[in-house]
């Protein structure tokens, strides 16, 4: 891994969730902050949020002018905001706020000359919720891009713009493909999948660890990554007390397998992640809930 240059860092997004965690995260590892959001200050999330390493700036990334004035003085970003799934406005919304936020942040960050853009893509571009199956397990990076939404096409819209804005500006840009993110407290909802294969079929039974998900853009802004390139970031494991294996044989029997498939071994592989950001996974729901002998059907 390269030297991690600590400064000043934009996070966008960061009343939410993994905005929220990604901020206390770079705090702690010694970076200065600039959170940005277009809520007010976020006094009711985790402190502290009033210290002398961190500025808070209601923002507009819809705005471009707002988006640089933001972005000026940093080092580098990492961009989480947008509309953070399908569903939660008219599918045209979702698609064109996404698509000018995203635009308005990398052209920004190209304007500025920042040292490196990371940024929150999401697993749906890999072809979520599944009604169609995989090709293969356990997916990597290159099964891409499949979006059956406009918020995951609006993810992959964001791809390809990295990739040409990196090429012109010559910043490295980093897509972080999440999983579905899980702050600490839901672990304990974690049994009521369990009995019933279905329920979290449709990202093959993965999931990321909020803790996690900021250690990745830590790492991501640390590492000597050049270009655009793009990473899964899931945890190390499944959801469920069922060998991977198995879960493919009751839900998709005949996608094919690039490998054998290991124990609970997550079916979005990181091993990308692992080799070129060293990221490894902290957390896992069987460190804090009870895993049953019982085989779900």
Not at 23 to 52: E, K
């Amino acid at each position: 891994m390269g030297s991690t240059g600590r400064g000043t860092v934009c996070v966008t997004g960061a009343a939410g969730k993994v905005g929220a965690f990604t901020v206390h995260h770079l705090l702690d590892h010694g970076y200065r902050v600039v959170a940005v959001d277009n809520v007010p200050h976020p006094a009711s999330l985790p402190a502290p949020w009033t210290r002398p390493d961190l500025a808070y700036l209601r923002t507009d990334l819809e705005d471009y002018g707002d988006t640089v004035d933001a972005l000026g003085g940093v080092d580098s970003v990492v961009h989480v905001a947008n509309v953070p799934a399908p569903g939660l406005v008219p599918p045209a919304r979702t698609l064109n706020r996404n698509n000018l936020m995203n635009s308005n942040v990398f052209l920004a960050a190209a304007q500025l000359a920042l040292r490196k853009v990371v940024w929150a893509s999401s697993e749906t571009t890999l072809g979520l919720d599944f009604d169609v199956p995989p090709k293969y397990v356990p997916l990597d990076e290159d099964h891409y891009p499949y979006p059956t939404t406009t918020y995951s096409l609006s993810k992959v819209v964001a791809e390809t713009m990295a990739g040409h804005i990196s090429g012109w500006s010559g910043i490295p840009f980093l897509a972080l493909r999440f999983s579905n993110v899980i702050l600490p407290g839901a672990y304990a909802e974690f049994p009521s999948y369990w009995d019933d294969l279905a329920v979290r079929r449709f990202n093959l039974w993965s999931y990321i660890d909020v803790r996690d998900a900021a250690l990745a853009c830590r790492l991501a802004l640390e590492s000597d990554v050049t270009g655009a390139r793009s990473y899964i970031i899931a945890n190390a494991d499944s959801v469920m007390p069922v060998p991977s294996g198995d879960l493919m044989d009751r839900a998709f029997p005949g996608v094919p397998r690039t490998r054998p498939i290991e124990g609970f071994e997550t079916l979005m592989t990181i091993e990308r992640a692992r080799t070129e950001l060293g990221f490894e996974p902290q957390h896992s729901w069987r460190d804090e809930v009870a895993s049953p002998g019982a085989q779900p059907g």
